[in-house]
């Protein structure tokens, strides 16, 4: 594999296409909590002959959330004309059962390690390999990839790793019954938006992330008066006028 690109300018397909993952992890995203993975991402260096640059750093995957229909429709809509409004339309009104797992990852970049090592990638590929397979993070993953700008290759990691675990983590939603209607929304929705209002009782900064979260969800007249209600509360304690 070679990371140079026969058009010269950086191609997003041709990064997605020369990246390979010779290690998976192995196990899937946790379903009620963060999960931590731990990399290996191999390149060569475009200014560099039979030379190898090691990336070694951890992404941090958040609990994967639950979008429904509506909220679907919504995210899908900036932008794009009535054509997709319409469509939005019709998935509010008959995909009711259909849920839409979000899941959001962090690259600490502050904690990635790298060095270059005199070895051409296809040798270094299965040595690392073979140490990663010792680690006791189960969660250790290998990748090979362009070398600029790398972080591509690990977006392609991370979209197989959702494409892996999403089954799993829909089945454990399920087996806790948190994908049930409860009043027009699954209960792990209703349970998110209970604790966002908790969260925002005690930091009014997050007041604001709420209101847009449930026009998100299309429940914000459903939630008005307890909305409204948190905000006249932060104000008195604050001092303001209502």
Known sequence: MSPRSPIGDFDFW????????????????ETFGTTMIYYHML???????????????????????ILTPAS???????????????????????TQDLHILRYGFHIRKEEIREHLVHEPIEVIKSQVVEQAQKSPHPMTAVVTGVDHP???SLIKLMA???????PGNVRDLARRKLLDDDNGLPRAV??????????ASRNPR?????????QQF???EEYQDRFFSLVRSHREDAGESP
């Open 160 to 166: 197989d790793v959702i494409r892996y675990s999403a």
């Open 72 to 94: 679907f429709a919504n995210a899908i809509l900036e932008g794009f004309g009535p054509e997709a409004e319409a469509y939005a339309n019709w998935l509010r009104e008959h």
């Open 206 to 214: 997050l007041i604001k992330a709420l209101g847009q979260k449930l």
């Open 150 to 152: 790398w972080e591509v």
């Open 218 to 220: 299309g429940v914000f």
């Open 43 to 65: 390149s060569e260096p475009m200014d560099a002959v039979r030379q190898t640059r090691i990336r070694e750093g951890r992404i941090q995957a958040y609990q994967p959330q």
């Open 190 to 199: 209703r349970e998110e938006l209970d604790r966002d209002f908790l969260a």
């Open 14 to 29: 041709y990064a997605v296409n020369n990246t390979e993952i010779p290690l998976m992890p192995m196990r899937r995203l």
